[in-house]
């Protein structure tokens, strides 16, 4: 082989594996989001409607994020396997 056909092989290798990462940290990030998504909306919430003066909905939306926290935590310690993906992802 030559030089040349080598080296686009070590520069698909590195392209191979940067796929690779981008796609573990994506699907990292989708887990994130399902476990925290509500409680980060909800504190968005809060802010926007704390910015429009709204200060009672932004309480109650407040309130709502750290129940969505206190939510997120507890289902981030339950144990999971196989079996109990079906009942996680609310299909029955």
Partial sequence: MSA???KGRHHGQGMTEYIIIV??????SIGVYNLFGKTIRNQTAGLAAGLAG???HAKNAIKAARDAEEAAKSDANTPRGLSSFADS???K
């Fill in 89 to 91: 992802t609310g299909d």
């Fill in 54 to 56: 709204e200060d009672g």
């Fill in 4 to 6: 040349h056909s080598m």
């Fill in 23 to 28: 796609a573990l940290i994506a699907i990292a």
